[in-house]
């Protein structure tokens, strides 16, 4: 029940502030504008173009997700937070949150992309599906446990994208080869080797945040 109040206090206050919320549109917006207008009246591949999808939406993470811990910390309200609830209850909290700003956020990402790009044709829908919804799981924990260290750093914009990339790279680089398998209308018994490892990603960095988010949250 902490956890959901949590949830609710952070998406009450990113409703009011739309910080977050104006922060991944207007990049989104940015970057597929700057894609549109970079390949003007160019033809590119399905692959090419799948490939861009995840670009557009890994750095769109990195602009909107990392206000996670922050923004308690600019608000003087992480010892409250510590002496109320546990820390893996401010984790699932803050989990959710993120989980849900993902969602949203990939989901009008997909949406606006493939009314845009004609080539960014899907040929196994349901494989697509598994690995947005796995690959959105996997962004969202990464990026909590992420914004988690560095909210006490000084230098805090410029370390979330260099600590992201690698541990975001090997589940970026994973949704990469989904979506090909996905264009060329592969099944799903196909790609089972990609998926076990995205799941596995999820549930390995999923373990790992509950496990060290006690000691990250009390230093």
Same mark, same amino acid.
């Given at each position: 029940?902490?956890?959901?109040?949590?949830?609710?206090?952070?998406?009450?206050? &990113?409703?009011?502030?739309?910080?977050?919320?104006?922060?991944?549109?207007?990049?989104?917006?940015?970057?597929?504008?700057?894609?549109? =207008?970079?390949?003007g009246t160019e033809k590119i591949s399905g692959y090419l173009t799948g490939g861009l999808l995840?670009?557009?939406? @890994? %750095?769109?993470?990195?602009?909107?997700?990392?206000?996670?811990?922050? #923004? &308690?910390? &600019?608000?003087?309200?992480?010892?409250?937070?510590?002496?109320?609830?546990?820390?893996?209850?401010?984790?699932?909290?803050?989990?959710? =949150?993120?989980?849900?700003?993902? %969602?949203?956020?990939?989901?009008?990402?997909?949406?606006?992309?493939?009314?845009?790009? &004609? #080539?960014?044709?899907?040929?196994? %829908?349901?494989?697509?599906?598994?690995? =947005?919804? @796995?690959?959105?799981?996997?962004?969202?924990?990464?990026?909590?446990?992420?914004?988690?260290?560095?909210?006490?750093?000084? #230098?805090?914009?410029?370390?979330?994208?260099?600590? #992201?990339?690698?541990?975001?790279?090997?589940?970026?680089?994973?949704?990469?080869?989904?979506?090909?398998?996905?264009? +060329?209308?592969?099944?799903?018994? +196909?790609?089972?080797?990609?998926?076990?490892?995205?799941?596995?990603?999820?549930?390995?960095?999923?373990?790992?945040?509950?496990?060290? %988010?006690?000691?990250?949250?009390?230093?």
């Amino acid at each position: 029940m902490k956890a959901l109040a949590l949830f609710s206090k952070d998406w009450n206050s &990113e409703l009011r502030t739309r910080y977050a919320i104006n922060a991944l549109a207007m990049f989104i917006l940015v970057t597929i504008s700057v894609i549109l =207008f970079s390949i003007g009246t160019e033809k590119i591949s399905g692959y090419l173009t799948g490939g861009l999808l995840w670009v557009v939406i @890994f %750095f769109s993470a990195m602009s909107g997700l990392s206000r996670a811990f922050v #923004s &308690e910390e &600019e608000r003087g309200t992480t010892l409250t937070l510590q002496l109320i609830a546990a820390p893996a209850t401010i984790y699932s909290g803050k989990l959710l =949150f993120n989980l849900l700003l993902v %969602f949203l956020m990939n989901i009008f990402i997909t949406t606006l992309y493939s009314l845009l790009f &004609e #080539s960014f044709v899907i040929e196994n %829908f349901t494989l697509f599906v598994i690995s =947005f919804f @796995f690959g959105n799981i996997g962004i969202a924990v990464s990026s909590t446990i992420i914004a988690a260290i560095i909210s006490k750093a000084s #230098s805090k914009g410029t370390l979330y994208p260099v600590l #992201s990339f690698p541990i975001l790279l090997p589940l970026i680089l994973t949704l990469l080869e989904l979506t090909k398998f996905s264009i +060329d209308g592969d099944t799903i018994s +196909d790609a089972f080797v990609e998926i076990a490892v995205l799941v596995c990603y999820d549930v390995i960095m999923l373990t790992a945040s509950y496990l060290l %988010f006690d000691f990250i949250w009390k230093d």
